[in-house]
Antibody, heavy 118, light 110 residues
Framework: EVQLVESGGGLVQPGGSLRLSCVGSGFRFSRDWMSWVRQAPGKGLEWVAN????????YYVDSVTGRFTISRDNAKNSLYLQMNSLRGEDTAVYYC???????????WGQGTLVTVSS | QSALTQPASVSGSPGQSITISCTGTSSDVGSYNLVSWYQQHPGKAPILMIS???SRPSGVPDRFSGSKSGNTASLTISGLQTEDEADYYC??????????FGTGTKVTVL
């Protein structure tokens, strides 16, 4: 079955860190760009970051630049998002997605909830 | 990196056609034919409905179609069905090599 499964979400205090993981299966993970997209409770989608097949190019939304780092391990079919200096406004469901640049995000995980609160 | 502008809500009766607009700038929608549309039902992950302005992925009904003129893209749903009731988001590649989503539109089937 072609799927993405995220993990690593949870409750963290402001200023803390969290690492999200996403494992792909049923497709050749190393062939695709991958993205993280988040959705705050009751709000719209926000693109967070993406990474090229070999990890050589990475792009971020301004609000997370310098705090979040996207990475991947193709040998483990895994995508990661290291989140540091977390703020309340980072509270959201985080989705990983297979980014078929230029053809849109055609495969999404189920999402993992990150809550930043004291 | 401001969000693309969509109407908050659009409604229609079964069988009717509706159109959702998505307005950006010359730095995103206006620069590339790289606009996608996503459908999201409550509590579910988004689903890609349209890519590259007007391409439908396999499995998407042909009542969904996309277009673009200048800085504005549009999604049209023809022959509206009850299962089409959902939130819809556009997205675009940008000149900064990033992506940006629209503000989202709630479609209600009356």
């Amino acid at each position: 079955e072609v799927q993405l499964v995220e993990s690593g979400g949870g409750l963290v205090q402001p200023g803390g860190s969290l690492r999200l993981s996403c494992v792909g299966s049923g497709f050749r993970f190393s062939r695709d760009w991958m993205s993280w997209v988040r959705q705050a409770p009751g709000k719209g989608l926000e693109w967070v970051a993406n990474i090229k097949q070999d990890g050589s190019q990475k792009y971020y939304v301004d609000s997370v630049t310098g705090r979040f780092t996207i990475s991947r391990d193709n040998a483990k079919n895994s995508l990661y998002l290291q989140m540091n200096s977390l703020r309340g406004e980072d509270t959201a469901v985080y989705y990983c997605g297979r980014d078929g640049l230029p053809a849109g995000i055609d495969l999404w995980g189920q999402g993992t909830l990150v809550t930043v609160s004291s | 990196q401001s969000a693309l502008t969509q109407p908050a809500s659009v409604s229609g009766s079964p069988g009717q056609s509706i159109t959702i607009s998505c307005t950006g700038t010359s730095s995103d929608v206006g620069s590339y034919n790289l606009v996608s549309w996503y459908q999201q039902h409550p509590g579910k992950a988004p689903i890609l409905m349209i890519s590259e302005v007007n391409s439908r992925p396999s499995g998407v009904p042909d009542r969904f179609s996309g277009s673009k003129s200048g800085n504005t893209a549009s999604l049209t749903i023809s022959g509206l069905q009850t299962e089409d009731e959902a939130d819809y988001y556009c997205s675009s590649y940008t000149t900064y090599s990033t992506q940006v989503f629209g503000t989202g539109t709630k479609v209600t089937v009356l």
